[in-house]
Structures are given as structure tokens and as C-alpha cells.
């Protein structure tokens, strides 16, 4: 998504001529190198920032996956199992980005990923 205000294609980000500051405070956050452009990437960690921001921690995040998963209590996840539970964008980038859980087939690694969600976060917070 182009954030430029110029151009049929881009998001305007004026408001009665003037900058829109609430508008531009967004694209601070979500387009956080200022190029113009909201990539895929930055607007996946910006949702997941979002649905992570009242989460209290790590384990708190981890138990929301675990009750994803079939029987509520498997220490994996399936992309079956993702694709169901959240909008498919979200569930193909959690798929892309977590590790492929050892000696099962299909299976997927939350608990790492968590932690990287987490440590991106924090850093996205503090820069």
C-alpha cells in the first residue's frame, strides 16, 4: 500500500489541506522507514503488535496458541489448525515465520515464535 499523497494509487494523508496528525501517527508506526510504502512485512507486525499489545507475556501468548490447537493442549500447531482460527494473511505469516516443530510432520513451533513476537516487539516499542 502506497502511503505517498500523491498520485491516484496513494493514501491521502491530508484533511482539509492540512496533514492529517492522526493519520501520520499511524504511518509512523506501521511504515516505520518512511518510504511511502506499507510493505506486507510491516503491516503484519503492526497486527500482530496489535493483538499482542494487552498480552501480559510470552506464556500468556503461548497458552493462546495451545488452546488453537486440536485437544487444546498439544505444544504444536498445524497451519490447518491457523488457517481456521485467525484471517488467512495472519495465519500465512505465522506460517512463514515459525519453526517446523521437531519429529512430527506438518507441525509447527509456537512457543519460539512467541518469543520472537515478543523480542520484536519490544524493540519496535522502544525505537
Avoid at 485437544?71 to 490447518?80: F, L, R
Amino acid at each position: 500500500v502506497s502511503t505517498q499523497s500523491t498520485g491516484s494509487s496513494g493514501i491521502n494523508a491530508e484533511y482539509g489541506g492540512e496533514p492529517d496528525v492522526a493519520f501520520e501517527a499511524i504511518l509512523d508506526y506501521v511504515d516505520r522507514d518512511r518510504d511511502g510504502f506499507v510493505r506486507l512485512e510491516e503491516y503484519m507486525q503492526f497486527m500482530i503488535s496489535r493483538t499482542t499489545e494487552n498480552v501480559a507475556g510470552t506464556d500468556e501468548l503461548t497458552e493462546a496458541f495451545r488452546a488453537l490447537t486440536e485437544g487444546g493442549d498439544k505444544p504444536y500447531i498445524t497451519a490447518t489448525e491457523l488457517y481456521s482460527a485467525m484471517p488467512s494473511d495472519q495465519a500465512k505469516y505465522c506460517i512463514d515465520r515459525m519453526d517446523k516443530y521437531p519429529d512430527v510432520p506438518g507441525a509447527l513451533d509456537y512457543t519460539n515464535f512467541t518469543k520472537a513476537i515478543f523480542q520484536l516487539n519490544t524493540s519496535v516499542n522502544s525505537g
